[in-house]
């Protein structure tokens, strides 16, 4: 199942009197790190979490609490899972490639006691590899999928360098006839979409496409020992420090609640107004609730004021009995016995009166606007594999209202 051998095949492991001795020092080191890599991981989530409804708020913390009150954890877990599954392939293939490449250039220097990447290359097992490349290859994008390529023949390489080293046969097959026939028919699938990406002048897109077949022959044995432990590090602290940042980012621009328009018709309401206190103002007089109307106060004028929620015409007041029939636009917080809780996309509350909301439909998300324009054989670089296989959504007439006009306006 893993790969748990810590020198090169076949040499037995010794342990001599100084080894015994400074063993268990390493070893708790060793544990030391996994352990603090083992509680440090689950808080990234709840970190990505949190910055996530505190950037939907908009740096307001009271909007935060009723978000963080309002949102499904289960919502929350749900968009985090989609946005990052692809993180998953990029950490197990890109660790165990350097690993392994480790183990196999530097065999004296590969300790699972004292360095976490020899660690965790050591208690991998193959199915777990085989299980990254299969998510990969659905998750990662067309134009990202050379790379997997690449990733996966030489974790193959490698492996079988390692584990049978007295068979050249198969090294050669699996080392040289296979990352050469994977680039020939890579080439031969890809050949028209990297000339039309650099004939559009893509670059990034061509060189994303036309790189990584050719590459897949040059790592597929060890490099030499003396630079192998430098490198093979350097380039794990580089990811460990890049991929957080890339995640973070990608996941700070996922949706979180569901976007709704809201029609709204406000009407005079003719039973008793509540008797709700007023939460007294710093060095002034009492100011009304959240949920009152400057109609229902005496004194009180329809000007904007500041405060939590906005009026349905895009002020900043609280709505009122006088204004005719408006549609609110913004992501749906909740609905509770009274109320529909919205924040626009100035990040303001609103609570709109339930006996005030004529309609409401839910608004699909805008298509992201692609950043190239190139296809493989009708599948763009941009779409991966399980949105290229799972049924489209049928075209349709978008609804008037999620553009913020009423039904019947021109």
């Not at 989609?82 to 197990?92: C, E, G, H, T």
Request: contains cysteine; hydrophobic residues 50%; aromatic residues 6%.
């Amino acid at each position: 199942m893993g790969e748990d051998r810590a020198t090169a095949p076949g040499v037995p492991r010794f342990t001599t009197g100084s080894a015994k001795a400074v063993g268990p020092r390493r070893m708790a080191g060793a544990r030391q790190a996994q352990q603090w890599l083992l509680t440090l991981l689950p808080t990234f989530p709840v970190l990505l979490l949190v910055l996530r409804l505190w950037q939907l708020s908009q740096q307001d913390m009271s909007t935060m609490l009723l978000l963080v009150q309002y949102v499904s954890p289960l919502g929350l877990l749900s968009a985090l899972l989609i946005a990052l599954v692809w993180a998953f392939p990029v950490v197990v293939l890109t660790f165990g490639v350097l690993g392994r490449l480790l183990r196999l250039s530097a065999p004296d220097r590969f300790d699972p006691e004292r360095s976490l990447l020899a660690s965790g290359t050591a208690r991998t097992p193959g199915w777990v590899i085989s299980a990254a490349v299969a998510l990969g290859a659905l998750t990662w994008q067309l134009r990202f999928l050379p790379s997997l390529l690449m990733l996966g023949l030489w974790l193959l390489a490698l492996r079988t360098r390692y584990l049978h080293p007295d068979q050249p046969t198969r090294i050669l097959l699996v080392s040289v006839a296979l990352p050469l026939a994977a680039a020939v028919l890579a080439y031969t699938v890809l050949g028209p979409a990297i000339w039309t990406a650099y004939q559009d002048g893509e670059m990034a897109t061509a060189a994303l496409l036309a790189l990584p077949p050719a590459a897949t022959v040059l790592l597929t044995g060890p490099i030499p020992a003396w630079i192998a432990p430098t490198l093979t590090h350097s380039l794990a602290f580089t990811v460990a420090a890049v991929l957080p940042v890339v995640m973070g980012a990608v996941f700070l621009r996922v949706p979180l609640l569901p976007t709704a328009a809201v029609e709204v018709v406000p009407t005079q309401s003719t039973s008793p107004a509540p008797d709700v206190a007023a939460s007294p103002a710093p060095d002034g007089p009492a100011s009304p609730a959240v949920g009152s109307t400057p109609s229902a106060i005496p004194g009180a004028s329809a000007a904007p004021t500041n405060g939590g929620t906005a009026g349905l015409d895009g002020g900043d007041g609280p709505p009122t009995a006088n204004g005719g029939p408006q549609v609110v636009l913004g992501a749906l917080i909740t609905v509770t016995d009274t109320s529909t809780i919205m924040l626009d996309r100035t990040a303001t509350v609103r609570f709109l009166p339930n006996g005030w909301v004529e309609s409401q439909v839910l608004c699909p998300q805008p298509a992201a606007v692609p950043y190239s324009l190139v296809s493989v054989r009708g599948w763009p670089v941009e779409e991966t594999a399980l949105n290229w296989m799972m049924p489209r959504r049928p075209v349709a007439d978008p609804d008037v209202r999620c553009e913020g006009r009423l039904p019947g306006d021109t």
